[in-house]
């Protein structure tokens, strides 16, 4: 298939997987196979990102360890989004220096969006020395390369260069769940909200061929998968660069005629590309979970135009009601910024007037965060904290008391839900998920995970739905 995006080359691929065969044989003299630990901050991309590093670790004759305690490699996958995930993730890598004092010949590295920043490259570099590899997420295909390097003690190894990207096919991958699986379709981001890091660090919109992605979906749904989410930081922008006309919502068709059992979900959508053939799609294919993360961010059209969204509120509101048309029930979620630079109170209250008037399932708020290299963080900030407090905890007890009052109306009915966990809770041995994705307590036997079953909903609060097998 001809396209715009490049393709890393198979032969550069199977170098990397002789680096693998190169470290195995190394790691197979020691007395016992050494330890991996993969930390994942950040999105679903990210998780799924962890999981291929996993794979690749695997390759390489590590064992996969859940704690960073006497591990021989420690891999921190980073996130850039906001302020408060980089403190985390650096506060977590400065404790690191201990385990390393004792174990001069533990591996540290760090990648994932944080490394392609060029402060945060230039940070570790001076004042975290214990840090031996850096590498961006468009870098991630190369790890082996990249660890052999630095297992083979030639110094500090730091991969930061801008870099758009490419795709990457044939990694092996570890998945971390037997019910769940994350399916990226493409990577990268093009549209540049004014607040966003994320253009900066996963480089330009690339697509997976179809081909590929639906081979992938059908040894996932031959494995047992039953819940299948495909990731792409904007879903509905798939295929521009391929050609042979595929688009997103022609990519969900021809992944709900995979056979099997499994529900389709995706993450996330653009409302300004969430058209309605995507709601067509989603309405006549049953595979297709009925819910849609449709993230807004203000409800204020000066606002929405400062952070370069592309769309009003009117135009947010008439694609809520064209889905809502189709699919009356669908759960629908959003993601919602307050305190963008310049925003006043009034402005603020625009969006929380446009959260009573869709009702959303679920919301995930967030108080801006100034991202170093985004236009926004050039902006006038005159707002206090405090005023952007008080308006975040306006919102998010609106948005409880929806939250409760949409679950309520769940009580007294009957749902198809994907059993899928044990129970934290004696009183609910097994947690479901309702086809839209809300969260079910139950009671029964734990032979019942990884089936569907009906489920009658009997009570709920505003984080989850109890209920009892039909
Ligand atoms: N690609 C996805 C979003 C990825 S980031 C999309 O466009 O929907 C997830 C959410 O983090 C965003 O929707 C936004 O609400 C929030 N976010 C992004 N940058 C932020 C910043 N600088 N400060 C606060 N929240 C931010
Ligand atoms: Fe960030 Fe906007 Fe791209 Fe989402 S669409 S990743 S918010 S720039
Ligand atoms: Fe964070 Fe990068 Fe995802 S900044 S949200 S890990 S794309």
Redesign the pocket.
Known sequence: MKRTTPVIPAEDIQRQKEYCAQLRALNSRLPSPPLAYVDTYG?QQNEADSELLRGMLCEMGYEIADTDRGADVIVINTCA??EHAEQRVFGNVGALVHGKRKNPNQVICLCGCMAQEPHVANRLRQSYRHVDLVFGPQQLWRFPELLRRVALRRGRVFETERDDGAIAEGLPVRRSGKLKAWVSIMYG?N?F?S????PYTRGRERSREPDIILREIEGLAAQGYKDITLL???VNSYGKDLEGGWDFPRLLEAANAVPGEFLLRF????PKDATDRLFDVMARCEKVAPAI?L?F?SGNDRVLGAMNRRYTRGQYLEKVAALRGRIPDVVLTS???VGFPGETTPEFEDTLSLIEEVRFDAL?T??????KG?P?AELPDPQPRGEKSANFDRLVEAQNRISLEKHRAYIGSVRRCLIDGAGEDPRSSLTARTAGGRLVHLDGDPALIGRFADVRITDCSTWALFGELV
């Open positions: 999105c989004i906001r981001c549209n909200c607040y966003c890091i994320v792409g930081q904007n993450m996330t959508s653009h993360h993230p961010q993601d919602v910024i995930f967030f108080i801006y965060s100034p991202r985004t926004a």
